[in-house]
Nanobody
Framework: QAQLVESGGGLVQPGGSLRLSCATSGFSFDYYAIGWFRQAPGKEREAVSCITSSDGTTDYADSVKGRFTISRDNARNTVYLQMNSLKPEDTAVYYC????????????????????WGQGTQVTVPS
């Protein structure tokens, strides 16, 4: 059973940085792309970033491009999200996820049947 555990969230002032971690187990990490998503209060969940399994190609939402960096450590089965120049609008619960049908590709849409989520980690950037 795939398991994902996020950590690294917290309270940070505007302009500050945080690094989120997503530790995984229970599946062939090397084979799968991993995505980061976030959900702010009263808003829909949105995709933030994704990293492929093979060559580590990355993808970012326009709202975080140039500020966030996703990376993966296949030896540790862990994906990271480095978040710099944080803004109040980045406040949300951040989740990492893997999809059983996506394989190593990014661009997948989460579904209840195929996507496994972590428990989330709260990031708060006060205004």
């Amino acid at each position: 059973q795939a398991q994902l555990v996020e950590s690294g969230g917290g309270l940070v002032q505007p302009g500050g940085s945080l690094r989120l971690s997503c530790a995984t187990s229970g599946f062939s990490f090397d084979y799968y792309a991993i995505g980061w998503f976030r959900q702010a209060p009263g808003k829909e969940r949105e995709a933030v970033s994704c990293i492929t399994s093979s060559d580590g190609t990355t993808d970012y939402a326009d709202s975080v491009k140039g500020r966030f960096t996703i990376s993966r450590d296949n030896a540790r089965n862990t994906v990271y999200l480095q978040m710099n120049s944080l803004k109040p609008e980045d406040t949300a619960v951040y989740y990492c996820a893997v999809d059983s049908t996506a394989g190593g590709r990014c661009g997948w849409v989460p579904t209840p049947m195929t996507t496994r989520w972590g428990q989330g980690t709260q990031v708060t950037v006060p205004s």
